[in-house]
């Protein structure tokens, strides 16, 4: 069993954090199984109950821990990490990282939409728009509520089709469906899950997450699709990586 060092000039709840951390990381705690609780933690380690309690808060800060209200200290389920310096869609991502993309077609339907994302697409004011809401999944854990937003009729095999998007990748169907996404902005805000949010992700109401917004060009400039999404900052990362000039 790892032991704290009390010659070493690190703080023993950090000590006590790393090892924790470890188990984590190498499997010896399970997701969602239950941590020991404070009081074996203290006899275990020979530490403070005050050490614990800091030691345990920065994991749950990280990400690696969760509480429940009088249920005790549970592992996390691993985050998925996403490197944003290369575009890819979220389910090649998670079959890079040896996870099975999966999902929850919520609904699929004809809308006006708000003027700030029939701007953002350049739409005419007859063309409607195609509204698809998902939960995306990452073997079986929902990790991302995504609303996408795309020009009709342009988009109209889309629609006939958006039962695929359920299992599968949007951004493939658009391409079979005739209009492929070569260029991405995509802008990152910090923000909180919302109760719906919190429901349909299976989150503690106002969890911290990371708010997405992005909008995918055609070859010719054009917009083609505009998505807004919200990300547990338990379940999943964006890591960016930029080339200094």
Known sequence: MPTLERSNPLPL?????EVLKQQIQAGHLAPHSAIPSEPELVAQYHVSRATVRQALTELVHEGLLYRQHGRGTFVCEPRVQQNVSEFTSLSEEL???GKRPGGLLLANELVRGSQEIRERLCLSDEEQLVRLERIRN???TPIAHE???LPYPRAAGVYQ???ETAEGSLYNLMAKEGFHPRLVEQEFKADSASSREADLLRLVSNDAGMRLTCTAFDETGTPIAYTEAFYPGSRYDFHLTLRVK
């Not at 709840?13 to 954090?17: A, E, G, I, N, V």
């Open 95 to 97: 079959r890079k990282r």
């Open 161 to 163: 089709r958006a039962k």
């Open 147 to 149: 609303i996408d937003y």
């Open 138 to 140: 990452a073997d079986g």
């Open 13 to 17: 709840y950090y000590q006590l954090k």
